[in-house]
């Protein structure tokens, strides 16, 4: 029996697969990563929502409360109404950090699927290499 210089069938089999995985691994990674982005912004959209209506029934209720004591004028009503503001920022401040952390890991975990499809890939393609080379070596030694 003579000796073959080709990879045989399982090999290229083998290299194909692996090509084939690494590239469908990589596709439902951006499928899934596409939907979770997209809830996100969904949400996001209806936390701003909630909280600026949340902050508007705050803010319509100052006054009242100042009115019915007769302290309007007071020292007391402005310094409520700084007060609110600075809830209203830190409040769309942590809201804001919330989303920038999840859009941001999101972005992340991106970049590491990317680099490990291209690891799966140069590894398929480095044993590829090795294979042939050996086979060429066989060849040149034959």
């Not at 402005?78 to 209203?88: N, P, S, V």
């Not at 952390?101 to 699927?113: D, L, S, V």
């Amino acid at each position: 029996m003579g000796m073959s210089f080709v990879p045989d069938a399982e090999e290229l089999n083998t290299w194909g697969r692996g090509r084939r995985n690494a590239t469908q691994s990589l596709g439902r990674f951006y499928a899934q990563s596409g939907f979770d982005r997209q809830n996100a912004q969904i949400a996001q959209r209806f936390d701003r929502r909630n909280l600026a209506m949340q902050y508007k029934q705050m803010r319509d209720k100052i006054p009242g409360s100042f009115v019915g004591r007769g302290l309007l004028n007071s020292g007391l009503y402005g310094q409520a109404l700084q007060d609110y503001g600075t809830q209203k920022t830190q409040a769309y401040g942590a809201l804001g950090r919330k989303y920038q952390q999840m859009f941001g890991q999101n972005r992340i975990n991106t970049q590491n699927a990317e680099q490990d499809y291209a690891n799966q890939m140069g590894d398929i393609a480095n044993s590829e290499q090795t294979r042939r080379q050996q086979l060429a070596a066989q060849i040149r030694g034959y």
